[in-house]
């Protein structure tokens, strides 16, 4: 199995901040990462597939980059609804989920 | 619009069994996968599998193997997952997923997630 180690696992940050989550795979993906924001009691929302492709309606200040087995999500400039947990998903090979950075509020 | 609706919150026992559904509307079901993720309470997603709609075809996670079996109905077009032997870390709220045809990948369309508590 493909394990996908995330940092850090918590993040403080303020409103205004740039903002960056790296995922590191245990073997080469390619480009075949996504990024979910997830917050409590709701469903996981899709934020970027193919490493930088954003979904549609996402705003532009997240971004997502890398390639084989190290990759980033940046948020510009943090807005007062990104204070979410994020997470990476493999689908190189059937799929794994990293571990989670939750971003809270300094 | 693309809707996933699940099936409603379930209490078991340990050794006993649960089958989630998740009715899908609003896209051709047999042109899509579905997948199913869970988030146990104050952990991580853990991806559990994915079934081909179009073909029946499964990916289940190692971890779960042997436990779980994921079918669709084309008819009614929905999706089902049942796990078996339910152990009390089998305790969370499980998720279905449009996910793609051939084999699993990125989702975009979400259920509205359904609790499993798994208690003596």
């Known amino acids: 199995d493909i394990q996908m180690t995330q940092s850090p696992s918590t993040l403080s940050a303020s409103v205004g901040d740039r903002v960056t989550i790296t995922c590191r795979a245990s073997q080469s993906i390619s480009t075949w990462l996504a990024w979910y924001q997830k917050k409590p009691g709701k469903a996981p929302k899709l934020l970027i597939y193919k490493v930088s492709n954003l979904e549609s309606g996402v705003p532009s200040r997240f971004s997502g980059s890398g390639s084989g087995t190290e990759f980033t999500l940046t948020i510009s400039s943090l807005q007062p609804d990104d204070f979410a947990t994020y997470f990476c998903?493999?689908?190189?090979?059937?799929?794994?989920f990293g571990g989670g950075t939750k971003v809270e509020i300094k | 619009q693309v809707q996933l609706v699940q099936s409603g919150a379930e209490v078991k026992k340990p050794g006993a069994s649960v089958k989630v559904s998740c009715k899908a509307s609003g896209y051709t079901f047999s042109s899509y996968g579905v997948s199913w993720v869970r988030q146990a309470p104050g952990q991580g997603l853990e991806w559990m599998g994915w079934i081909s709609a179009h073909n029946g075809n499964t990916n289940y996670a190692q971890s779960l193997q042997g436990r779980v079996t994921m079918t669709t109905d084309t008819s009614t077009t929905t999706a089902y997952m049942e796990l078996r032997n339910l152990r009390s870390d089998d305790t969370a709220v499980y998720y279905c997923a449009v996910d793609c045809r051939d084999s699993p990948c990125y989702t975009g369309y979400w259920g509205q997630g359904t609790l499993v508590t798994v208690s003596p």
């Open positions: 998903q493999q689908y190189n090979s059937y799929s794994t």
